[in-house]
């Protein structure tokens, strides 16, 4: 299981994970990207390569809920 992982504290909101995102993992709250459906990820890099700020990270068989970390 792949889980996505936004760091708020990195995240401008400038969208472009939303669009990026083949399982619409992605939505926007407070400004920010949320990844809602964090546990729907398959792992196919698209947001990890157009997100400017290197604010995701994908966690490989963590288990947890996923999420945001700020
Ligand atoms: S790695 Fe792919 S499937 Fe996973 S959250 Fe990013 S864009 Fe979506
Ligand atoms: S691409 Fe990166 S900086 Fe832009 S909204 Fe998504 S997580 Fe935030």
Do not use: Q
């Not at 920010?32 to 546990?39: E, F, R, T």
Request: aromatic letters at 8%; hydrophobic letters at 35%; one cysteine or more.
């Amino acid at each position: 299981m792949y889980i996505a992982i936004v760091n708020w504290d990195k995240c401008t909101g400038c969208r472009d994970c939303i669009g990026s995102c083949p399982v619409d993992c992605f939505v926007m709250e407070d400004g920010k990207s949320l990844p809602h459906l964090a546990s729907h990820c398959i792992d196919c890099g698209s947001c990890l390569e157009v997100c400017p700020e290197d604010a995701i990270a994908i966690s490989i068989g963590w288990g947890g809920r996923g999420g945001v970390f700020r």
